[in-house]
C-alpha cells in the first residue's frame, strides 16, 4: 500500500473517526439522525404532490386506499366472518343502561365491548363508537376507564360502543411487540397491532349497523392517546363513519423522527410505512368528512408543532371541498399535559352533537356516576379457552400458501412474480443512483476507504487485489469482519485461495460505523416509518456497491458475493437485485426471517429458502449444519434444471 493511502487507511479506520456528508467526523451519531431527519422531512414536504384540484386528489385517492389498507396488514380485507355478538349481561340505572358484549371480529379473535344507551330508547339514535386509551385496568379492560365517556352519550340521546384494545383488554394481546419483546420479525411480516385495532374497529361497525336501535347513516368515532390514533385508523378504512374526533392520537414524520419523539409511543401507533407515506396522508383518507383534531397544549409525545402542521396540510385538501373549511374541519387545544381532560371532552361532545344531531348549543358534563370496573366485564370468569388474541401477530397477516414449481417453465413464471413482488412491496430503492462523489479505486493496489451510497450514508471498503484472476468476491462484513481485518475467517481467507480479489463492504451501523442510539432502538424503529429497515439500508449499501464496481471494472471484471448468518442472507438479494453478480455463498445463513435479515413485508413474498432459490440457475453454495432446513431452495433449483451445492460446516 502506498505511502499515502496507508495513512488515509489508518486514519479511517481509527476508533476517533467515522463520515459524514462529506468526509471524516466525530465518532457519534448525528450522521444517522441528519439522514433520518432529512429522510422524513423529505417524506412529509410530499403531501399533496402534484395536487392541485379536488379531481387531481379524486383520482389518487382510490389506489392510496388500498396502500393504506396493505400497510396495515389489511389487503385484501378479510373476510367478514359471522360476528357472534354475544351479550353476557345489563346493567340498568335510572337514564342508561351497559350492555356487556363480546364479538369475534375475526374466528376466535375475541372483542370485548361495553354498550352504553339510553335506558327507554325508541326509533334508531345515533351511535358513537369509542376507543380507548392505554389505561390499564387488568382484568377489567382498558374501556373502564373510560366508561364516563359512554355514560355522557348515553344519557344525550346516543348508543356509545366502547372497545377494549389488543393489549389492555379483558383478553391481553401485544402491542409492544418489537423493543419490549424483541419482535421484529414483525417489519419482515408487516404486522403491526394497528391492522388489528382498525379491523376490530371496522367489525365493531358492522355490529352497530347491525342493531335496530341504530341509525347506520349517523356514526361517529372519536377516543385518545391510543384511541386517538385507533380513530384515525378506523375512520381512514371505512367511510360509513360520518364525523371523526381524534384526540391526541397522530403526529408527524416530522416529530415521530426528526425531533425523536417515537419512543414515546408503542407499535399500535404506527402502520409499516412500505409506500413512503407523508404521515399526514392517513388522516387525509378522512376528507372531507367532518373532522375535529383535539390535543393538549404540553402534550409531550404529541407536540404542538406537528399538530400546526397537520392544521395546514388538512386544511389546505378541505378547501379543495369548501369555500368554508372550518365548517368540516378545525382543531382544538386546551392548557394541560397528555391527559383525558374534561374540556377536551367537551369539545368532542359539541362537534358530534353539530354534525350527527344538527345541534351547535354549548354542552356541559354534569356529576356521571361511576360504576366499578369489575360489575363492566365482559367475561367475569373464565376467558374463552379457544382465544387467539395473545398470538394474533402470528395469524393476523395471511401468508403466501402455493405449490412450487416443477419445471423450467413454471419455475420462470413463479420467479417473475416474486421478483415483482419483493420490488414492489420489500426493495423500493433504486439499484442505481447517480454518480457518487468518488469512484472507488480498485486496481493492482490494496485499498482502504469510504464510499457514499446515499446522501449523508458513507459505508467502508477494504480491497486486496487479486493474484493472476480477473475475478473478486464481495463480501458483506458483520462486527467481527468490520473490527478484526487481520483475522479473516476461514471461510472469507477460502474465497481467495485462487486467486480471487476481496472487496469487504462494511455497511452502516456496523464496526467503526456503529450507532451509539442512546434512545433505545430509535434508529431500527424509525427506518420503518421511512419504509426501511436497518437491514434493507445496508443491503442497499452492498447493492450499491456491487453495482458500482461492476459497471467501472479495473482489475477485476467479474464478481461474485458472499457472506455468513443474516448476511449470506442478504448476499443472496444482492445478487438478485444485481444479476451481474456471478455466483453466491452464503455461510450458515439464517433459515427464516423471523431470525434475520428483517426486510420489510418480505415474508408476504418469500422465506429464506424460496429466496435462495430465486438465484437459479445461477451456482450457490450454502454451507449449513442444516441442509434439511433447505430443502425448498434445492426443489426450486430442481425445478430450473440446476443444482444447489450445500456443504456441510466442518
Not at 499515502?4 to 451519531?29: E, N
Not at 408543532?305 to 373549511?325: S, V
Amino acid at each position: 500500500m502506498s505511502r499515502h493511502r496507508l495513512a488515509f487507511a489508518l486514519l479511517l479506520f481509527s476508533p476517533a473517526v467515522l463520515f459524514g456528508q462529506s468526509g471524516p467526523q466525530p465518532p457519534d451519531d448525528s450522521a444517522i439522525y441528519r439522514y433520518l431527519a432529512a429522510e422524513a422531512r423529505r417524506l412529509d414536504g410530499r403531501f399533496l404532490e402534484n395536487v392541485r384540484s379536488r379531481a387531481d386528489w379524486e383520482a389518487i385517492r382510490p389506489l392510496l386506499k388500498r396502500q393504506y389498507l396493505e400497510m396495515l396488514g389489511l389487503w385484501p380485507l378479510p373476510p367478514r366472518t359471522p360476528l357472534k355478538a354475544t351479550v353476557t349481561g345489563t346493567l340498568e340505572f335510572d337514564d342508561f343502561v351497559v350492555e356487556k358484549i363480546h364479538f369475534q371480529s375475526m374466528p376466535r379473535l375475541y372483542v370485548t365491548a361495553n354498550l352504553y344507551r339510553p335506558r327507554n330508547v325508541e326509533g334508531r339514535l345515533p351511535a358513537v363508537l369509542y376507543l380507548c386509551g392505554h389505561a390499564g385496568r387488568g382484568r377489567d379492560g382498558n374501556k373502564t376507564a373510560y366508561q364516563h365517556h359512554g355514560i355522557w352519550f348515553a344519557k344525550h340521546g346516543y348508543i356509545c360502543l366502547m372497545l377494549d384494545t389488543l393489549q389492555l383488554g379483558e383478553i391481553a394481546g401485544i402491542h409492544h411487540g418489537t423493543y419490549r419483546y424483541n419482535r421484529w420479525w414483525w417489519h419482515s411480516l408487516g404486522y403491526t397491532p394497528a391492522g388489528v385495532e382498525c379491523w376490530n374497529g371496522i367489525r365493531a361497525v358492522d355490529y352497530l349497523v347491525s342493531r335496530p336501535d341504530v341509525d347506520p347513516d349517523r356514526i361517529a368515532v372519536t377516543g385518545r392517546s391510543g384511541g386517538g390514533a385507533a380513530t384515525f385508523w378506523i375512520a381512514a378504512a371505512d367511510e360509513r363513519l360520518k364525523v371523526a374526533v381524534p384526540v391526541s392520537g397522530m403526529s408527524d414524520l416530522e416529530d415521530y423522527v426528526a425531533n425523536r419523539v417515537i419512543n414515546g409511543h408503542c407499535d399500535c401507533m404506527f402502520l409499516v410505512n412500505t409506500y413512503r407515506w407523508p404521515w399526514t396522508y392517513i388522516a387525509a383518507l378522512i376528507v372531507p368528512r367532518p373532522m375535529l383534531f383535539l390535543n393538549s397544549g404540553r402534550d409531550r409525545i404529541f407536540p404542538m408543532d406537528g399538530n400546526e402542521r397537520i392544521r395546514q396540510r388538512l386544511e389546505r385538501l378541505y378547501r379543495l371541498y369548501t369555500d368554508k373549511p372550518e365548517e368540516l374541519f378545525d382543531v382544538g387545544t386546551v392548557p394541560g399535559p397528555h391527559r383525558d381532560q374534561p374540556e377536551l371532552r367537551l369539545m368532542a361532545y359539541r362537534w358530534i352533537n353539530r354534525h350527527l344531531k344538527g345541534s351547535n348549543e354549548p354542552v356541559r358534563e354534569g356529576d356521571l356516576p361511576k360504576i366499578e370496573g369489575k360489575l363492566l366485564r365482559v367475561f367475569p370468569e373464565e376467558l374463552p379457552a379457544d382465544q387467539i388474541n395473545t398470538r394474533i401477530d402470528e395469524l393476523f397477516i395471511r401468508l403466501p400458501s402455493e405449490r412450487l414449481p416443477t419445471d423450467p417453465s413454471g419455475y420462470a413464471v413463479w420467479r417473475a412474480r416474486k421478483l415483482a413482488d419483493l420490488k414492489r412491496l420489500v426493495f423500493r430503492d433504486p439499484v442505481r443512483t447517480d454518480s457518487p462523489p468518488a469512484a472507488l479505486v480498485l486496481g493492482t493496489e490494496p485499498y482502504e476507504g469510504a464510499f457514499q451510497t446515499e446522501p449523508g450514508i458513507h459505508v467502508l471498503v477494504r480491497y486486496t487485489p487479486p493474484r493472476d484472476s480477473n475475478h473478486g468476491w464481495i463480501v458483506i462484513a458483520d462486527e467481527s469482519l468490520a473490527t478484526a481485518p487481520e483475522r479473516y475467517p476461514a471461510w472469507v481467507s477460502g474465497l481467495t485461495a485462487d486467486g480471487s480479489a476481496l472487496l469487504v463492504v462494511v455497511p452502516r451501523g456496523v464496526g467503526p460505523l456503529a450507532w451509539q442510539d442512546p434512545a433505545p432502538y430509535f434508529v431500527r424503529r424509525s427506518m420503518v416509518l421511512l419504509g426501511r429497515t436497518v437491514d434493507g439500508t445496508r443491503l442497499l449499501d452492498v447493492v450499491r456497491v456491487a453495482d458500482h464496481v461492476l459497471r467501472h471494472p479495473e482489475a477485476v471484471t467479474r464478481w461474485s458475493i458472499a457472506g455468513s448468518g443474516a448476511n449470506g442472507v442478504l448476499s443472496a438479494y444482492a445478487a438478485l437485485l444485481v444479476p451481474e453478480l456471478e455466483r453466491v455463498r452464503v455461510v450458515n445463513p439464517t433459515t427464516s426471517h423471523r431470525q434475520g435479515p428483517q426486510l420489510l413485508n418480505v415474508l408476504r413474498i418469500v422465506d429464506v429458502p424460496e429466496a435462495l432459490g430465486m438465484l437459479a440457475p445461477r451456482p450457490l453454495t450454502i454451507v449449513t449444519d442444516r441442509p434439511e432446513a433447505f430443502a425448498t431452495t434445492a426443489a426450486l433449483y430442481r425445478a430450473c434444471g440446476a443444482e444447489v451445492r450445500i456443504e456441510r460446516n466442518n
